[in-house]
């Protein structure tokens, strides 16, 4: 394995390249300007706006990559000006607009002029605003509705499982101490959800409402105009410093570290069992073996996926889908007897009707399903003995908007994925810091019942909101990827590495990640679509090296590890029979100093550098050597560490 992959590969899983947005700047007021919109929207270094976009989407929520021409900017000491031009087309319609953005007095204003050239099919078509969730979760907001009514209120603590907030014009917070700012949306009716129910790390402010019809056509000549406004007053003391070092410090002790496990769809039974004895050494606590019916999944699946999961040394869990309505108890009957008749392998049972695995959107009807008591009492009767899970399949959003019947269970469940509304490298990193507060609500539904996550992965596994997760044949970064490149490089370690921490420090008791082999896998088997490198070379992707070094801590008391920039470094740490052992990464693509909470006897450090070598060393992380400075690391682009400590 002599021949390097690109620095590409080794970071992403792809050789796709990607333009590096282009800061604006008028005096103490900053934004980057990507694909025409506008993201991080700064005063004096302070986050105002995560995003002002305008999207256009098609009738099955899909956004369109629009094409950009004319594009013009001007920048001075005064301030800057953008303008281009924009069009959203498919083989059957086409929109375009014209679109400007500038600075005023105040802050800024970004507009559009668009026209539907044919009839428009579209859920949504118009401007997008995102506030962050750091410093504004929970804090007040001024409330300015479309009758010009002016209230007051606060961005939700807990995630709100539909809107939040409704009729808006303008909201107005306060950014940081002594700086406020007031976003203006005019041209429609705004209304906002939180979108920490999919995991991005922003309240998200969108035309047009969801109570009225949708999809819904634009006729041709119809004319769009809308625009969104920033009013900045007031400074702030606040420090902002370029210095790219990150301290961690240990807190208390939390109780053991959560079980790891990975999932197993029944497609990658046989991988599996191939790969089974590199995979073993991985030592997961569980493995998740879903079940559908709709499928072809019968009997014979199930031992199959029982068996392939105890290869790994791991317990089975069942994840069944049932198509039953009516007839839902015998269903249950019939795959407790197939459970029994394989010797009953599973310790933890998770159910979850088929309707509840599509989404259905606040205000809209439920379709029919099993009533929650006759599923969970049959469920009892038919699997005694081992735990009853329920939840969602899908994702914490259909978890929070139909809560779980928690007094018929013994734990709750739900997955994530990074890859809902956005695909690029910055908004996968960002979902880690909404964990939290998902984990911060998971705990409220389920009370005093053990949640657990998963089988999470970067990648979507399964599409509420449409037929099928985005197939990938170009091998590139797209939001609801099924078969996501960054799996496979560094960024996927260092993701993993951050879920975990987020996670185990929310309280999860099981945390499970996306599979063994195949789009959520840890390692090289043949694919249908291109695994630049590892198609030519196989081996071990590095997220292989995560999950055994999470697994291995797993269950061991977990000391609180506080990092100086969550957004930059996470990890977790805990006692082992080595003593204190700490797994920390990267989140970001630069080189960072991360000052250790106490002296490192040994560490080892996963990088770039040692890509080709972890491709084929699964214990490659255990050669850990005393480093030259105790006391801090460097790391490089999401690069991955373990250490001992003093």
């Known amino acids: 394995m002599d021949t390097a992959p690109s620095l590409g590969v080794r970071l992403y899983g792809t050789e796709e390249r990607v333009a590096a947005p282009r800061v604006l700047r008028a005096g103490p007021l900053s934004a980057e300007l990507e694909a025409g919109n506008l993201r991080y929207v700064r005063f004096e270094g302070i986050e105002l706006i995560r995003a002002i976009s305008f999207i256009v989407r098609d009738h099955n929520w899909g956004t369109y990559s629009t094409q950009i021409d004319k594009l013009s900017v001007h920048e001075n000491d005064a301030g800057f000006e953008v303008s281009y031009d924009a069009v959203a087309k498919d083989a059957d319609q086409e929109f375009r607009y014209r679109a400007t953005i500038g600075t005023t007095s105040e802050g800024l204003v970004f507009s559009v002029d668009g026209e539907a050239v044919t009839n428009f099919l579209t859920n949504r078509t118009g401007f997008v605003v995102l506030h962050p969730i750091a410093g504004v979760a929970g804090a007040l907001v001024e409330i300015e509705r479309v009758d010009g009514q002016v209230v007051q209120g606060r961005f939700p603590e807990l995630i709100d499982p539909v809107q939040p907030m409704m009729d808006l014009r ?169 459970v029994s008749a394989i010797g009953a392998p599973f310790d933890v049972v998770l159910l979850s009707p088929a309707p509840d695995l599509k989404c259905t959107l606040p205000g809209s009807t439920w379709p029919p399903a099993p009533p929650p008591e006759a599923v969970f009492h049959a469920a009892r009767k038919a699997f005694p003995g081992v735990l009853i899970g329920g939840g969602m399949f899908s994702l914490f959003t259909e978890m929070n908007r139909k809560r779980p019947p928690i007094a018929l269970l013994d734990l709750v469940s739900f997955t994530t994925s990074a890859l809902v509304h956005a695909g690029d490298d910055r908004s996968v990193m960002e979902t880690l810091e909404s964990l939290p507060s998902i984990a911060g609500s998971a705990r409220a539904i389920a009370g005093e019942l053990p949640f657990a996550v998963g089988p999470s992965a970067i990648g979507l596994r399964m599409n509420p909101y449409g037929e099928a997760p985005m197939a990938n044949p170009r091998n590139i970064r797209q939001a609801m990827n099924f078969n996501d490149p960054r799996q496979r490089g560094l960024l996927g370690a260092a993701w993993a590495i951050g879920y975990y921490a987020r ?109 080709v070598e972890a491709a084929s060393t699964p214990d490659l992380l255990d050669q850990l050597a005393p480093p030259a400075d105790p006391s801090s690391l460097t790391l490089g682009a999401f690069a991955v560490a373990r250490v001992r400590l003093l």
Not at 538 to 567: C, E, I, K, N
């Open 170 to 338: 303008c909201l107005s917070h306060q950014a940081a101490p002594g700086l406020r700012v007031s976003c203006r949306m005019e041209g429609d009716t705004f209304e906002m959800e939180d979108q920490r129910n999919w995991t991005d790390a922003s309240y998200k402010t969108y035309v047009r409402p969801l109570a009225l019809p949708w999809p819904y056509t634009m006729p041709a000549s119809t004319r769009l105009e809308q625009s969104v406004s920033l009013a900045v007053s007031g400074s702030t003391t606040a420090a902002n410093s370029a210095d790219r070092v990150v301290t961690l410090t240990l807190g208390a002790d939390q109780g053991p570290a959560p079980a790891l496990g990975l999932g197993l769809d029944p497609e990658q039974i046989e991988p599996t069992r191939y790969a089974s004895s590199t995979l073993a050494l991985v030592r997961p606590q569980h493995v998740i073996c879903h079940f559908d019916p709709r499928r072809g999944h019968d009997r014979e699946t199930l031992r199959s996926a029982a068996a392939a999961a105890s290869g790994l040394g791991a317990r089975p869990w069942l994840e069944a889908v049932l198509t039953s309505i009516d007839g839902v108890e015998q269903e249950i009957v019939s795959l407790g007897e197939a």
């Open 503 to 611: 996670f185990a420090r929310g309280g999860a008791r099981a945390i499970t990640f996306g599979g063994t082999t195949g789009p959520f896998g840890l390692l090289q088997t043949p694919q249908s679509w291109p695994v630049p490198w590892y198609q030519e070379h196989g081996g071990l992707f590095p997220v292989f090296h995560a999950m055994r070094g999470l697994a291995g801590v797993a269950g061991h008391t977990q000391v609180a590890l506080d990092s100086s920039d969550a957004s930059a470094v996470l990890g977790v740490c805990c006692y082992t029979g080595q003593g204190r052992e700490i797994w920390i990464a990267n989140l970001t693509p630069d080189t960072l100093r991360v000052v250790l909470p106490a002296p490192a006897r040994a560490a080892f450090l996963l990088d770039a550098g040692r890509f």
